[in-house]
């Protein structure tokens, strides 16, 4: 007998509103005054790119809102070659350690792949993702 998601056993996923659920929280980072919104741990000073979070994910200590810089240096960089969602081939993907704070996900002005470190600059969001270029010897590209 086949069982729907989330009805009558407890789940880890949640459905969402769509299918009766608890709505889920977009978990992407945003800017706030030119700077990526968050919280920081308290106790542990752990950093995440995520607001309303109750608790911190790495000692579950108390968080307070923080802000952190918009530049940083990649983690990892890929051109994605497939359409995914709205956005068509090829756009460029990174993972950005922000110069005070967390790991996040950025999408690339060029569809290119990067050098491991180089320094990026978050300039906006598009449909609600983050998107950043890269600085090139204090110009940017």
């Known amino acids: 007998m086949a069982t729907e998601l989330g009805v009558g056993r407890p789940t880890k996923r949640r459905p969402g509103a769509a299918v009766g659920g608890l709505p889920v929280a977009d978990s992407r980072p945003s800017l706030v005054d030119g700077q990526v919104g968050g919280v920081r741990c308290t106790t542990c000073r752990y950093p ?3 607001t309303g979070i ?3 994910p ?3 200590g108390p968080v307070e809102p923080a802000r952190f810089a918009a530049t940083g240096a990649a983690w990892s960089s890929t051109v994605v070659q497939i359409p995914v969602g709205t956005r068509r081939p090829p756009f460029g ?3 950005l ?3 005070d704070g967390p790991r996040v996900l950025v999408h690339l002005a060029e569809p290119t792949v990067l ?3 180089a320094r990026l600059r978050i300039t906006g969001l598009d449909d609600g993702d983050l998107t950043a270029v890269t600085i090139e010897k ?3 590209k």
């Open 48 to 50: 995440v790119a995520q």
């Open 54 to 56: 109750p608790w911190c």
């Open 138 to 140: 204090g110009v940017e």
């Open 97 to 99: 350690d922000l110069d």
């Open 115 to 117: 050098p491991l470190g």
């Open 93 to 95: 993907l990174a993972y």
């Open 58 to 60: 790495a000692c579950y």
